[in-house]
């Protein structure tokens, strides 16, 4: 099964990204090339909503990559939506405000448009 899936709207400079189930190596070396050629192609910052689906946690080996990724891409992201339903969820999106110049903004689990009209909004 497929833990992270990702989609983009160059016109929107918009990436989804929809992660379930317990994040692997694997996983984040099969989505960060994708999520690099998104953000090449746009000018400027890119736009994101990242949907946690029953999100189980990650592995040490993924949780790393997921920083150095965040640390190589500081300034590359402009607005990141997060979407999700825990407590532990909302803790986690905005600390991960931290490794972002980006503003980041959680948005309970029925609320995906909203996410997506608030990250892509001027």
């Known amino acids: 099964m497929l833990m992270i899936e990702i989609g983009h709207t160059p016109a ?16 984040y070396n099969a989505a960060i090339p994708e999520i690099e ?25 993924a949780l790393w990559k997921d920083i150095k ?12 939506a997060v979407v999700g339903q825990s407590d ?5 999106a905005k600390a991960s405000g931290a490794f972002t110049s980006a503003e980041v903004e959680f948005f309970q689990h029925d609320a995906v ?9 001027e």
């Open 88 to 92: 532990a969820e909302k803790i986690g």
């Open 12 to 27: 929107k400079k918009l990436i989804t990204i929809r992660v379930s189930g317990r994040l692997s190596d694997s996983d």
């Open 37 to 61: 050629e998104a953000i090449d192609q746009v000018r400027g910052k890119l736009n994101a909503v990242v949907e946690l689906d029953d999100l189980r946690g990650w592995d040490l080996s």
């Open 69 to 80: 990724f965040d640390v190589r891409h500081y300034d590359d992201f402009r607005r990141i």
């Open 113 to 121: 448009d909203d996410a997506e009209a608030w990250a892509t909004a």
